[in-house]
């Protein structure tokens, strides 16, 4: 293994210590005819339509994560994990398209710090599921643990069943739909993104949050600091209504039942003057 | 609790706003000299009618059927230029000076999503070359 020594001396000679960056602008402009590629490019090349599949019943949640990785590696892009025996942290770190398919239940943060896969999963997962997830589709047929989405940033987490509380909590973009009912705290600090409500959602719904959006089909206990009702426009019909059919969640009777909720935005406290005032009138 | 009162910041009411102006409309960012909140509408829904060739074809590569994570990416504006922020990097990445932009603000989120896609991808992105520098195994 190499030393730090020798790291740190190769990252010189690449010339990453002497890039001035301006504030938090990259000085690296886009070349607009790039040659298109998809996905990474370290990431291996997979074929949707070459399957494997193993049985996880007697491996560890490390052992499961390489399996992935050498099938990966020999190009399978469709892969069943039979009896994953609600193991924690299965499927974790994906960077690349694939098709992921879990017969049976995950543990804690299952399928977390993914960027690309479609997973399926035909049980329950939980606590922390999909937690910071970048990109791809997950799928869960029943029940969710809390703080379900946890810092999520990008895709679509669904959950068919009902979630816990915490949903989404920190999350900084991306999608979340449960097709059930939600617990206390949803969308807690949520930055941004979009959260689906399709049941009913418990106390201190959004609270603190930033930014974002929370549609909820459902009643509301109570909304938390700083949510508020938002007014529902013709796009976030459109957009709601493709959203949930596409994960075959559209209710009979359309989308018109749906409440939108916002952030009041009272709590944007970015003020380089404010400190200095408040101390003048103390 | 933190921040009482109205929001002070700028409302978006022009696609140039913060090409042509300098960020300071409302009279709380004049005072200060400072702006306050996002340089683009972060919570814009894209318009499925305007998704282009690129991404359609991008899309049924990843086995998607909608932009996906790129439904959070927008064109935005770092410094009076457009930019588009990479969340990889965690910074902006300028937009090329010579491209022409849309009239609009959905056309431009859909430009700035393929540009986006073509620098991440990229061996010049960064992230390549810091993976070559610092992996470890």
Redesign the interface.
Known sequence: MESVMEQESRSHEMGLHTEQLRGRTQQVFFTPDEEANFVYPDAPDVDFNKRAEFDAAEMTSNEVNLKIRELMEQGHGTIVIKNPMARHSLGVGILNRLNLYFEGSLGYFGVGLIDGPNVRISGRVGWSCAENMMAGTVIIEKNAGSTFGAAIRGGDLVCKGHVGARTGIDMKGGTILVGGDTGAFSGFMMQRGRMVICGNASHNLGDSMYDGTIFVGGEVKSLGVDCVPGEMTELDKAWLTRKLKQYDLLPDKGVDHFSKYVAGKQLWNYDNLEPTEKKLIL | ?????????TEIKDVDQFITGDGLDSA?EK??G?H???RYD??L????ERVTP?LK??ME??????L??L??VHMGY??GRP??F??N????????ED?ELPDNQQDRDMLARE?L??????????L???????R??
């Open positions: 609790m933190a921040g009482k009162g109205g929001y002070k910041g709380r005072e200060i400072q306050i909140g996002y972060v919570n829904l894209p318009d499925y690129f074809e991008y590569r990843m086995g998607w059927d909608d996906n994570w439904e959070d770092e410094e930019a588009v990479d969340r990097i965690n910074g902006w990445v300028t937009v090329p491209m540009l896609i073509k620098f991440q991808m990229s061996t010049r992105h960064p390549v070359q810091l993976n070559k520098a610092y470890k195994f």
